[in-house]
């Protein structure tokens, strides 16, 4: 069974914490993806990679950076924590070019 | 303006009846279309996919239906279990000076014994 796993799936945090966070798949897939997920709005791309080293902003990358040393890991870095990042964050994976087509199983993210 | 609009915000139905989901999209070009359900706490699962030649796509009591020319689709759910109580997500990729996938706000759906 195609997996994506999150490293964590609830992470308390304080303002202007640096936080990481991780995801692994296992589907050798090339692109990979970060979202947020806030209640009311869909989900928003933050930053997404086609390939190892290699990475895209999305709509909403402000306060956010990536880094993809190796395929199958995909990690979201929140440099200085605020609380309006307090959300869901969901990483997904995928085949084709800017498509994602598996999602992990969120992270929900309290920064206080 | 590429958007992805879908209706209702949410309903509830009683187990066993037949519902059917909106999603209306402005996304051009168009490239396809993606039905997800995304259970609490838990990740979306990807229903059905759409191309621009396709306009009805099942998965088990999932219909899934487009009209690119109105550039709307459903999703229309037969006999509910209360499995189906969800949030149903509409996604739309296109090729628009950039390759861009915008989601819907989705529909949550609570099915009642």
């Known amino acids: 069974d195609v997996k994506v796993t999150q490293s964590s799936r609830y992470l308390v945090k304080r303002t202007g914490e640096k936080v990481f966070l991780e995801c692994v798949q296992d589907?050798?897939?090339?692109?990979m993806f970060w979202y947020r997920q806030d209640p009311g709005l869909g989900l928003r791309l933050i930053y997404f990679s086609y390939d190892v080293k290699m990475k895209e902003k999305g709509d909403i990358p402000e306060g956010y950076s990536v880094s993809r040393e190796k395929k199958e890991r995909f990690s979201l870095i929140l440099e200085s924590a605020s609380t309006n990042q307090t959300s869901m964050y969901l990483c997904a994976s995928g085949r084709v070019f800017g498509q994602p087509q598996h999602f992990g199983d969120g992270t929900r993210l309290s920064i206080l | 303006k590429n958007q992805v609009e879908q209706s209702p915000q949410s309903l509830i139905i009683l187990e066993g009846k037949n519902c059917t989901l909106q999603?209306?999209?402005?996304?051009?070009?168009?490239?396809?279309l993606r039905w997800y359900k995304q259970d609490t706490g838990r990740g979306p699962v990807s229903l059905t996919i759409?191309?621009?030649?396709?306009n009805t796509k099942s998965n088990g009591r999932y219909t899934a239906t487009l009209d690119a020319d109105t550039k709307q689709s459903s999703l229309h759910i037969t006999a509910s279990q209360l499995s189906d109580s969800a949030s149903y997500i509409c996604?739309?990729?296109?090729?628009?000076?950039?390759?861009?996938?915008?989601f819907g706000a989705g529909t949550r759906l609570f099915v009642k014994a």
């Open positions: 999603c209306n999209y402005t996304v051009s070009p168009f490239s396809n």
């Open positions: 996604v739309v990729s296109g090729n628009t000076g950039g390759f861009k996938t915008i």
């Open positions: 589907m050798d897939h090339e692109n």
């Open positions: 759409m191309t621009f030649s396709e």
